[in-house]
């Protein structure tokens, strides 16, 4: 079992930063492969961003390339998500995910955590 934590989200305005956390417990963090998911209300959960278990394969979704950056730290099980010049349509609940490989396909992850607000104002 693992178990996750986000942390970080809040109320900002267009174009200001936000970096989330997560952070995991249980069995081997190192093993596994992290994903941040977001959901906007309406909306199906999304792919934002994945790093694999040794952290260093990354890659994200169109909308977030060159603004969002996902790292890992090992030794502090936890993963991050840097979030620059943020926009409107990034307003969602931030998942974090934890799974054997490396994907944007969200069934694939068999870890998750309870989700932080990020709430972005025009």
């Known amino acids: 079992q693992v178990q996750l934590v986000e942390s970080g989200g809040g109320l900002v305005q267009a174009g200001a930063s936000l970096r989330l956390s997560c952070a995991a417990s249980?069995?081997?963090?190192?093993?596994?492969?992290m994903g941040w998911f977001r959901q906007a209300p309406g909306k199906e959960r999304e792919f934002v961003a994945a790093?694999?278990?040794?952290?260093?394969?990354?890659y994200s979704t169109d909308s977030v390339k060159g603004r969002f950056t996902i790292s890992k730290d090992n030794a502090r099980n936890t993963v991050y998500l840097q979030m620059n010049s943020l926009k409107p349509e990034d307003t969602a609940v931030y998942y974090c995910?934890?799974?054997?490989?490396?994907?944007?396909?969200?069934?694939?992850?068999?870890?998750w955590g309870q989700g932080t607000q990020v709430t972005v104002s025009s």
């Open positions: 249980g069995r081997t963090f190192t093993s596994y492969a």
């Open positions: 790093i694999s278990w040794r952290g260093t394969t990354t």
């Open positions: 995910a934890a799974g054997n490989r490396l994907t944007d396909y969200a069934p694939s992850y068999g870890y």
